[in-house]
């Protein structure tokens, strides 16, 4: 288990984390999400000493320096091209391995499990961004760490790899490992996670697990799809039932499915589509979110 | 820290730049002794000329090990590969000795290759020109123990100023720059300017009648531990 404690960093005047503190527990995935500038990696170059910060991080119940070996109880992957581009892949994990006393077996074990065993003699620098990211991966569990904490990892890889990526962090937590994982990639992590961590502004928005972050931005709505729309829309004032127009058909709130169609049924209009709100995780997100970007876009690419 | 220094001097020979600056000192070495020895030798050889080649091969490349020195710690920011070398040990102390350790074993290999391949190069310059060897004057052993001072004291000041300044550009400014503006500085500071930081390194490859008093040494030194608790309490507090 991975316990952050009132972890804050501050960068002269400006607050990048704000006293956050949280568990990654074991056996599960927990995401790491917040928009850019949030201070995600903030967080996670001060969970693990890298920068200084106030607060504490214990790992296992233990500061990480006070662990025998480090690198057996935290594997991570911070950045992707984190490599001299010119030493080869298999001395760039010779070099870590010997830094933390595993034996250089291992090298080829997890070259062979990230599947660039054929590339191990070549110069990382010219990798694409996928390869560079199995490389970081193969370095994160090069020791077969108790902890995983990956920062973006699943950036730049291919589908295939996403899956692999997907599958293997299962498996990894399979054994009481655990994860903490960031990603912008919301589809992905919301089959890949069990609980979230959502920050903005480097202040905690959300930590609860994915179902019930996910279940708060639900408002219960129903769309629904019939063949004289301005018909239903009138019925549903008269009853003082709230909808709005939404593409082709009407969002209603405020009842359940169940009434909804016995109300059609009743108003003898055929019912084309009618389906509960189904909310993503990328519009619990947005919606959690809102306000919380340190970067915005012009809506529509406007100027 | 044992893992720690087997790892460090991996970094440094699993990359061939290592090698290739190695050669690039050693080809230095050589055509410095070879055309050292070739001028002085019309007639009479010079009894200073192993000396010469020597001093001469280290005054041309000294800055060349700071700076060798200093990629030790500054590819690793340069490739973001701190953050493995740091959470790999249980303490940014163990990193710091150990690249100082790692950095000063390779940068004194490298010199006594280069100081061997000087006095080669010379010796063989000295034969083809009819010389003989006997009539130099060569006190390999303060030769040797000096220049190793020199090159030591460099290789700290480079690595130092790695952790210092995290900037290549500044570090090359600083070692190239500095010791000329010191040696500049002699119309103001006279006799005085042997205190100032390059200038006591310097001296401290000097032997025979000018080598350097006990007290240049010591100063030499005072900068050198200066340099490096400056260096080791930035790298122990600042963010990696």
Do not use: C
Not at chain 2, 169 to 190: N, R, Y
């Amino acid at each position: 288990m991975i316990t952050a404690q009132n972890l804050t960093k501050t960068y002269g005047t400006k607050v990048v984390v704000n006293n956050i503190s949280f568990v990654v527990e074991d056996g599960k995935i927990t995401g790491f999400l917040g928009p850019n500038g949030a201070g995600k990696s903030t967080t996670m170059r001060a969970m693990l000493g890298l920068d200084s910060a106030l607060g504490s991080t214990l790992f296992d119940g233990m500061p990480l320096a006070q662990h025998e070996s480090p690198s057996k109880v935290v594997g991570i992957l911070l950045d992707a091209k984190s490599f001299h581009p010119k030493r080869t892949a298999r001395n760039h994990l010779k070099v870590l391995a010997q830094a933390s006393g595993i034996p250089l077996s291992r090298v080829d074990e997890v070259l062979t499990l990230v599947g660039l065993q054929d590339v191990a003699n070549k110069k990382p620098g010219k990798f694409s961004l996928g390869m560079a990211q199995r490389l970081g991966i193969a370095a994160a569990i090069l020791g077969q760490p108790k902890h995983l904490i990956l920062d973006e990892p699943a950036n730049g890889l291919d589908p295939e790899g996403i899956h692999w990526l997907r599958d293997f962090l299962h498996q990894y937590i399979a054994t009481g490992n655990s994860v903490l994982v960031s990603s912008h990639l919301l589809s992905e992590m919301q089959l890949m996670a069990h609980n979230l961590i959502v920050i903005g502004k480097g202040s905690m928005i959300a930590n609860q697990s994915m179902e019930s972050f996910i279940q708060s931005a639900n408002t219960g709505a129903i769309f629904v799809r019939t063949t004289d729309l301005n018909a239903l829309a009138a019925a549903l004032t008269e009853r003082k039932v709230v909808w709005v127009a939404e593409r082709n058909g009407l969002k209603v709130s405020g009842v359940t499915s169940d009434q909804l169609s016995a109300f059609l049924f009743e108003l003898k209009m055929p019912v084309l589509e009618l389906a509960a709100e189904n909310v993503s995780l990328e519009d619990a997100f947005l919606k959690m979110t809102a306000g919380a970007q340190e970067y915005k876009a012009t809506p529509g690419g406007q100027n | 820290m044992l893992n720690a220094i087997k790892s460090e001097f991996t970094k440094i020979l699993t990359l061939r730049a290592a090698y290739i600056v190695s050669a690039v000192l050693v080809v230095l070495a050589a055509l410095v002794g070879f055309l050292l020895a070739s001028v002085s030798a019309d007639g009479s050889a010079n009894p200073e000329v192993l000396n010469s080649a020597v001093q001469t091969t280290f005054t041309l490349t000294i800055a060349i090990f700071a700076i060798v020195a200093s990629m030790v710690i500054l590819n690793e920011y340069r490739h973001n590969t701190i953050a493995y070398t740091i959470t790999s040990s249980r303490s940014r102390y163990e990193v710091f000795i150990a690249k100082v350790i790692a950095a000063v074993s390779y940068g004194m290999v490298v010199s006594f290759v280069v100081s061997a391949v000087a006095v080669l190069a010379a010796t063989i310059a000295l034969a083809a020109s009819g010389n003989s060897l006997s009539d130099q004057q060569f006190d390999i052993g303060g030769l040797l123990l000096h220049q190793g001072l020199h090159v030591f004291a460099y290789i700290l000041v480079g690595l130092f100023l790695g952790f210092i300044l995290r900037n290549i550009i500044i570090l090359i400014v600083i070692v190239f720059v500095v010791p000329v503006l010191e040696t500049a500085s002699v119309l103001l500071l006279k006799d005085g300017v042997q205190y100032l930081p390059f200038a006591s390194f310097s001296m401290l490859s000097r032997i025979g009648e000018y080598a350097a008093e006990p007290a240049n040494v010591l100063l030499a030194f005072l900068y050198l531990i200066g340099l490096g608790a400056l260096a080791f309490i930035l790298f122990i507090k600042r963010d990696a």
